[in-house]
């Protein structure tokens, strides 16, 4: 159960009445608290998923905070969750995969445009919270696009070290289902084809 001060904040930041993937941001951002609760990950991280784009981010375009409210989040949240979320909104979420098996990991701040030194535990756990974020969001099914799928094998195949195990085996999970899910789809396509063509062939 989430602890009615951060309920209190969303509220108070308006995330109830921001659309996100045909909800509202509140709904998303629950989600993917639950889901990193969920894989067992500590309640610091579970917060950095609950605001994770309160700030906005490269893909999310709409701000629930701005940057200068910062020090009252901090007061509610903690330091340390409410700096996942603030490098999960600002900084270039490609750096998530590619720099997470660093010794030194860099992230580069799309806002301050200036690189962002940070540790490998961080990365790790910005790594958790972007997972969470995509499964959550993203429906299991024949309409995913294909880039979608692309990304999260890709995910799946460079950083399952850096993952908790229930996070890899929901992602994996995720794309065992839509293969399934997309080749049923391509089976009953060309079924209705043959059917088709057969029908006409015996009115020929």
């Not at 941001?25 to 784009?53: M, Q, R, V």
């Not at 992230?107 to 790594?127: N, P, S």
């Not at 399952?160 to 999970?173: G, M, W």
């Not at 079924?191 to 020929?204: D, E």
């Amino acid at each position: 159960m989430i602890a009615e001060k951060y309920l209190n904040l969303l509220d108070a930041l308006g995330a109830g009445s921001y659309p996100h993937s045909q909800r509202t941001l509140k709904d998303h951002l629950i989600g993917t608290y639950t889901l990193l609760l969920e894989w067992g990950n500590p309640e610091y991280i579970a917060l950095g998923g609950l605001f994770h784009s309160i700030y906005g981010t490269q893909v999310y375009r709409i701000s629930a905070a701005s940057l200068q409210n910062r020090p009252r989040i901090i007061e509610v949240m903690g330091e340390k969750a409410e700096n996942l979320a603030y490098l999960f909104c600002v900084t270039d979420r490609q750096g998530f995969v590619y720099e997470v098996e660093k010794n030194e990991p860099v992230l580069w701040d799309c806002v301050q445009a200036r690189l962002v030194r940070t540790t490998c535990q961080t990365m790790q756990d910005l790594l958790e919270i972007e997972v969470a974020n995509d499964l959550e969001q993203r429906d299991l099914s024949v309409n995913m696009k294909p880039r979608y799928l692309s990304r999260r094998q890709h995910t799946l195949s460079r950083c399952k070290a850096f993952i908790s195990p229930s996070a890899q085996a929901a992602l994996a999970r995720s794309i065992e289902e839509t293969r399934t899910a997309k080749l049923q789809q391509y089976s009953n396509s060309h079924g209705a084809v043959r059917k088709t063509i057969s029908f006409k062939l015996m009115q020929s």
